[in-house]
């Protein structure tokens, strides 16, 4: 068992938490393939999913050059994605959270593509040439990602009184696991310096204009549930490693 | 005058080299060639001695993030180059800057259209939305068309249907 606790270098923990939000909410997005309402958005959900872990990969692989040239250890985007435990992803809670029916999964991508657009959107302009060429390249998936739950969001907020409901209940459900994203943890602010207030007004105004052409108000609880940035996440991530890392460790090494 | 003979030699290899990879194709577009899709950003051919075979040295840039087709092309390049004699072939990756359908060669878009597939249009960098955009049907090549989905058989492409002949068609979307 491989652990990545006691790395300190902050670019890397950050490395490795965007890599982990990525890959975790692909794999949760995956899940609906072959179950989604019509087939054009089972694709679609999907496509996204492909996105997301193609984005974990390139977080995943850099982090894992700077680890071997810090520390020396071998480590490469696969250990990194299948041998670790819990308490080493570093994931915002949300993305970990079940999909619950469709418009509480499109509900959920819209936070997640929403805050990933705008944190993209600084990381583009970071001194870090590797950091600023990931994050450039996953601006343009995101962009998409980020529209095309808008648009579902609006019309299943603004839909019938059932849908309405439904999504109305889904907001008040995920509600506390939002501001995770913009309560920033040591090392993001490290690497973001000022630019994580710029994130936070972007991300709460970008998220609000969807709510709002949507017709839902986010609920005013003052209650905020985190700590997956450190690593201590809800029993859900442990369910989601158990299916995803079940090859590699039942058979080490093992290719495709 | 020796070694501007060196170097008329190597341009001749990288040339052939380019030549090579016209004709390795995307394997999900087949009628694309990776040139076409703008995806290799230089060749270059090393040669530090008379002893050790010719360093070739590809970058490319992948279309998308996790495009599945990248590990394809790079066994195609590799399978291609062996057979022409290349020994020490290395392939690097590089993200930045970040692939655009703007690299996308003229004649490519020409191909797309014939093979069934809506080319891009306009630059990446003015983000329109899909909904606003007034795609040509490939097929008739009337304009009532509808977007489907923003997503299609891969990530790169949207769905459309066309009013007019009804079929429905993929649009390669601005990137």
Same mark, same amino acid.
């Given at each position: 068992?491989?652990?990545?606790?006691?790395?300190?270098?902050p670019l890397i923990k950050f490395l490795l938490h965007l890599?982990?939000?990525?890959?975790?909410?692909?794999?949760?997005?995956?899940?609906?393939?072959?179950?989604?309402?019509?087939?054009?958005?089972?694709?679609?959900?999907?496509?996204? @999913? %492909? $996105?997301? #872990?193609?984005?974990?990969? *390139?977080?995943?692989?850099?982090?894992?050059?700077?680890? /071997?040239?810090?520390? =020396?250890?071998?480590?490469?985007?696969?250990?990194?994605?299948?041998?670790?435990?819990?308490?080493?992803?570093?994931?915002?809670?949300?993305?970990?959270?079940?999909?619950?029916?469709?418009?509480?999964?499109?509900?959920?991508?819209?936070?997640?593509?929403?805050?990933?657009?705008?944190?993209?959107?600084?990381?583009?302009?970071?001194?870090?040439?590797?950091?600023?060429?990931?994050?450039?390249?996953?601006?343009?998936?995101?962009?998409?990602?980020?529209?095309?739950?808008?648009?579902?969001?609006?019309?299943?907020?603004?839909?019938?009184?059932?849908?309405?409901?439904?999504?109305?209940? @889904? %907001? $008040?459900? #995920?509600?506390?696991?939002? *501001?995770?994203?913009?309560?920033?943890?040591?090392?993001? /602010?490290?690497?973001? =310096?000022?630019?994580?207030?710029?994130?936070?007004?972007?991300?709460?105004?970008?998220?609000?204009?969807?709510?709002?052409?949507?017709?839902?108000?986010?609920?005013?609880?003052?209650?905020?549930?985190?700590?997956?940035?450190?690593?201590?996440?809800?029993?859900?991530?442990?369910?989601?490693?158990?299916?995803?890392?079940?090859?590699?460790?039942?058979?080490?090494?093992?290719?495709? | 005058?020796?070694?501007?003979?060196?170097?008329?030699?190597?341009?001749?290899?990288?040339?052939?080299?380019?030549?090579?990879?016209?004709?390795?194709?995307?394997?999900?577009?087949?009628?694309?060639?990776?040139?076409?899709?703008?995806?290799?950003?230089?060749?270059?051919?090393?040669?530090?001695?008379?002893?050790?075979?010719?360093?070739?040295?590809?970058?490319?840039?992948?279309?998308?993030?996790?495009?599945?087709?990248?590990?394809?092309?790079?066994?195609?390049?590799?399978?291609?180059?062996?057979?022409?004699?290349?020994?020490?072939?290395?392939?690097?990756?590089?993200?930045?800057?970040?692939?655009?359908?703007?690299?996308?060669?003229?004649?490519?878009?020409?191909?797309?259209?014939?093979?069934?597939?809506?080319?891009?249009?306009?630059?990446?960098?003015?983000?329109?939305?899909?909904?606003?955009?007034?795609?040509?049907?490939?097929?008739?090549?009337?304009?009532?068309?509808?977007?489907?989905?923003?997503?299609?058989?891969?990530?790169?492409?949207?769905l459309y249907k066309c009013n007019t002949c009804l079929e429905?068609?993929?649009?390669?979307?601005?990137?």
């Amino acid at each position: 068992m491989m652990t990545t606790q006691e790395i300190e270098n902050p670019l890397i923990k950050f490395l490795l938490h965007l890599g982990d939000n990525a890959l975790i909410m692909g794999h949760r997005n995956s899940e609906w393939c072959g179950h989604g309402p019509i087939l054009e958005q089972d694709i679609a959900l999907t496509n996204i @999913a %492909l $996105d997301q #872990i193609g984005q974990a990969r *390139n977080f995943y692989q850099y982090a894992a050059k700077l680890i /071997l040239e810090s520390s =020396g250890e071998q480590l490469t985007e696969d250990s990194l994605a299948y041998l670790r435990d819990s308490w080493d992803f570093k994931n915002c809670l949300l993305v970990e959270l079940p999909n619950g029916h469709w418009g509480r999964t499109v509900l959920k991508q819209l936070i997640v593509s929403a805050y990933q657009f705008c944190v993209y959107q600084e990381l583009e302009k970071n001194a870090d040439k590797q950091l600023a060429a990931i994050a450039s390249k996953s601006l343009k998936e995101i962009t998409y990602h980020f529209r095309w739950s808008s648009e579902w969001v609006i019309r299943l907020g603004d839909g019938t009184s059932e849908s309405t409901q439904k999504m109305k209940d @889904a %907001l $008040d459900a #995920i509600w506390p696991y939002t *501001n995770e994203w913009t309560n920033f943890s040591d090392y993001e /602010l490290n690497i973001l =310096g000022d630019s994580h207030l710029t994130i936070r007004e972007n991300f709460e105004e970008k998220l609000g204009a969807v709510l709002s052409e949507a017709g839902l108000t986010a609920p005013t609880i003052a209650f905020s549930q985190d700590g997956g940035k450190k690593g201590n996440h809800t029993e859900h991530l442990g369910y989601i490693l158990a299916e995803m890392q079940f090859l590699q460790r039942a058979y080490p090494n093992a290719a495709w | 005058m020796q070694h501007g003979k060196t170097e008329k030699c190597m341009n001749d290899l990288e040339k052939k080299i380019w030549q090579l990879l016209e004709k390795i194709t995307d394997p999900e577009i087949p009628v694309l060639s990776i040139i076409d899709l703008g995806i290799i950003r230089s060749v270059k051919v090393n040669h530090t001695s008379t002893d050790t075979p010719h360093e070739v040295l590809i970058w490319y840039t992948p279309t998308y993030s996790a495009c599945p087709a990248v590990d394809m092309i790079n066994t195609d390049i590799l399978v291609s180059l062996t057979v022409a004699g290349f020994t020490n072939i290395r392939l690097e990756q590089t993200l930045f800057p970040a692939w655009t359908t703007d690299w996308m060669s003229e004649s490519g878009k020409e191909k797309l259209k014939k093979y069934g597939i809506a080319a891009p249009i306009g630059k990446s960098c003015e983000n329109i939305a899909l909904a606003d955009l007034k795609i040509a049907c490939p097929q008739c090549g009337s304009i009532q068309t509808i977007l489907v989905s923003e997503f299609s058989s891969t990530a790169c492409k949207a769905l459309y249907k066309c009013n007019t002949c009804l079929e429905p068609f993929d649009y390669f979307k601005c990137h």
